[in-house]
């Protein structure tokens, strides 16, 4: 039987990661895979992640299954994280899922329950994964312009004249802050205009939030979410906690379901809880623990606040080092995007073949649309870097 299957290219994202490993070059870069790095280009446990853990094997005593929605005391925190009382609890459902692809992966599925041909906008360009995981799942994916490839801006009025005249009762897919690959996400004037077309031509919103507190800071990060939720009969928003908590590996995520009215959302509820159990059955505990542990704790939650803003801090600066070796190295090109990026990546702006030529000739990695993870930077290379951009161009 297994004979008729193909071969599956790698990944163009996580591909990278085993090539950038197997590369024996000591000077090697990576800005692939969308992880955070330190100054020493390490990813390590955050202290309040560590401590919380500490505190889960003092005290857990029994491994005995949660349920599908996990864990109670997660989702009320991450749903006060995320909506703040934008919305009243009555109306809005949260349940944990295996990461922010399991969260997307059961908004697909109840949005096909609740109607076969389900049409998402998605942006363009959009988290290369998206595409093959909403349009795998049977959603019907269309594009809206969103990126400007040569001016390295939003195309907020084509953006708007599409959602303009996108049918109504599709949904929308955004990404709440730190637009995925550009990094360029839309000003709060742009959000509320967004949240007035959606009212108006009555589009469903479906917010991805895979990196909440690294733009600003956790609130005004979850503008869009808070603004459409006060507007909007119904909405749906993905959580991640891999970035802002660095729990990659554990797979900790939310999905929320904002309905208009009490009696929805708990069919909403069921609907969800009942799909979750005919795929995964339910979450996997541990890193959830670990969030819970620190969302309900003053200590621990400041200590992860201050994490927070560090890891911000620090990428905000690589942006502004490889932004000015580039402008001493490269004058004639303009890079001043990279600046006004927020979050982990935006595009260098360079071509497919350059992007070839960087892994081949100098050992620096990024996915081919010139996608760069900024953690990938620090004091120490950003010089070679600069150089072998140069160098290509
Ligand atoms: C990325 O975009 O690099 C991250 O979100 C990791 C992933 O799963 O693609």
Redesign the pocket.
Known sequence: MFESLQTMPA?A??GLIAEHRDDPRPNKIDL????YRNAAGETPVLASVKKAEHRILETQISKAYLGTAGSPDFNSAMQEMTFAGAASDERLVTIQTPG??GSLRVAAGILLRARQDTTVWVSEPT???HVPLLGGAGLKLKPYPYYDTTKHVIQTDAMLDALRAAPKGDVVLFHACCH??SGLDPSVDDWRTITDILVERELIPFIDT?YQGFAKNLDEDAFPIRHMAARVPEMIVSS?C??NFGL?RDRVGTVSFLSADAATAATVSSQANNYVRTIYSMPPDHGAAIVSTILHDEALRSEWYAELDDMRDRLQSMRGLLNDALVEKVPEHDFSHLVRANG??CFLGITAHHVDRLKEDFGVYM?NSS?I?IAGITPDNVEYLADSIAAVL
Request: net charge positive.
């Open positions: 990944d994202i996580l692939g895979v969308g992880v922010g692809s988290w290369a994964n995925n690959p895979a991640s891999s970035k990659y982990m990546f996915v996608r993870n």
